[in-house]
């Protein structure tokens, strides 16, 4: 069974950090792409990171730009979020996911694997 399992998360003050981890199992993904969405209470689902399969190219909403990196293990099936300078507008359910395409996009109905979710809480 192919799973992606999530670990971090937690509550952090504004201006604070937080890394999100994200684990393939059941198969690898160390030659596809991985991303981070998120889903703030109210709203939708929407794009926040995606690494390409060599870990060449990363891509980033507007919102996190220069305050969240994301990155990839050497054997390629961890991906980790790292949060920094949070916000309070950085709360949500964070989820990653895996597409078995090569080509990475910002599109969450692109990824096939979903993981279980992580939420993030930002006190200001």
């Known amino acids: 069974q192919v799973q992606l399992v999530q670990s971090g998360g937690g509550l952090a003050q504004a201006g604070g950090s937080l890394r999100l981890s994200c684990t393939a199992s059941?198969?690898?993904?160390?030659?596809?792409?991985m991303a981070w969405f998120r889903q703030a209470p109210g709203k939708e689902r929407e794009f926040v990171a995606v690494?390409?399969?060599?870990?060449?190219?990363?891509y980033y909403a507007d919102s996190v730009k220069g305050r969240f990196t994301i990155s990839r293990d050497n054997d390629g099936n961890t991906v980790y979020l790292q949060m920094n300078g949070l916000k309070p507008e950085d709360t949500a359910v964070y989820y990653c996911?895996?597409?078995?395409?090569?080509?990475?996009?910002?599109?969450?109905?692109?990824?096939?694997?979903w993981g279980q979710g992580t939420q993030v809480i930002v006190s200001s």
């Open positions: 059941g198969r690898s993904f160390n030659n596809k792409p």
């Open positions: 690494i390409s399969f060599s870990a060449s190219s990363t």
């Open positions: 996911a895996a597409r078995i395409a090569s080509y990475y996009t910002v599109y969450e109905s692109d990824y096939d694997v």
